[in-house]
């Protein structure tokens, strides 16, 4: 990533990941699927880049993942790691289904937009037979405060620091 280029707009990865996983947990729930998803809790709260292209990938993509399933489960992993200059994040995305799937053709992938998506910001894509996939997003950082637990995240709370706090500022809680 170059210094001073700005692709993108600021977003939080907390509330993409929320949403995606209430969208695809109702799916799953009528097809009495687990659906999990896990996230690197350190992973920076506030990115910069397209929101909206990447909920839409994960939602199409893990909607014809669960689709596709009689039984089983399908989880979503997420890990980040910190690129070296510092200003940006390597976001791995692991989808894993296991169990007994429908027949899911490479090419119902293909339409999704998944591989254009990848094509513009990933690093590499394994598919097998779309039962397994994986892919890497780099973002910049716009916050480097963590995320926490993706699943607390809303859109309608503020969770950027403001400037003018202390993030240095202990607490001492007495309990008599």
Not at 48 to 53: C, H, K, M, T
Not at 55 to 59: E, G, N, P
Not at 68 to 81: I, P, Q
Not at 162 to 165: A, P
């Given at each position: 990533?170059?210094?001073n280029?700005?692709?993108?707009?600021?977003?939080?990865?907390?509330?993409v990941?929320?949403d995606?996983?209430?969208?695809?947990?109702?799916?799953?729930?009528?097809?009495?699927?687990?659906?999990?998803?896990?996230?690197?809790?350190?992973?920076?709260?506030?990115l910069?880049?397209?929101?909206?292209?990447l909920?839409?990938?994960?939602?199409k993509?893990l909607?014809?993942?669960?689709?596709?399933?009689?039984?089983?489960?399908?989880?979503?992993?997420?890990?980040?790691?910190?690129?070296?200059?510092?200003?940006?994040?390597?976001?791995?995305f692991?989808?894993?289904?296991?169990?007994?799937?429908?027949?899911?053709?490479?090419?119902?992938?293909?339409?999704?937009?998944?591989?254009?998506?990848?094509?513009?910001g990933?690093?590499?894509?394994?598919?097998?037979?779309?039962?397994?996939?994986?892919?890497?997003?780099?973002?910049?950082?716009a916050?480097y405060?963590?995320?926490?637990?993706?699943?607390?995240?809303?859109?309608?709370?503020?969770?950027?620091p403001?400037?003018?706090?202390d993030?240095?500022?202990?607490?001492?809680?007495?309990?008599?």
């Open positions: 990533m170059k210094n280029e700005k692709i993108g707009d600021e977003y939080y990865i907390g509330v990941l929320n995606v996983y209430n969208e695809i947990s109702k799916i799953a729930n009528e097809k009495n699927l687990p659906f999990l998803m896990e996230a690197d809790k350190d992973i920076p709260a506030v910069i880049g397209d929101e909206n292209l909920k839409k990938m994960l939602i993509n909607t014809a993942a669960v689709e596709n399933m009689s039984r089983g489960f399908v989880k979503c992993a997420l890990k980040g790691e910190i690129l070296q200059d510092k200003d940006g994040i390597n976001l791995h692991k989808v894993y289904c296991q169990g007994n799937k429908d027949e899911l053709k490479e090419k119902e992938v293909k339409k999704s937009g998944f591989l254009n998506f990848l094509k513009r990933s690093k590499e894509c394994e598919a097998n037979n779309c039962n397994n996939w994986q892919f890497d997003l780099e973002q910049r950082i916050d405060l963590p995320m926490g637990d993706f699943r607390y995240s809303r859109k309608n709370i503020d969770c950027k403001k400037e003018d706090v993030r240095d500022i202990n607490v001492l809680i007495i309990d008599d």
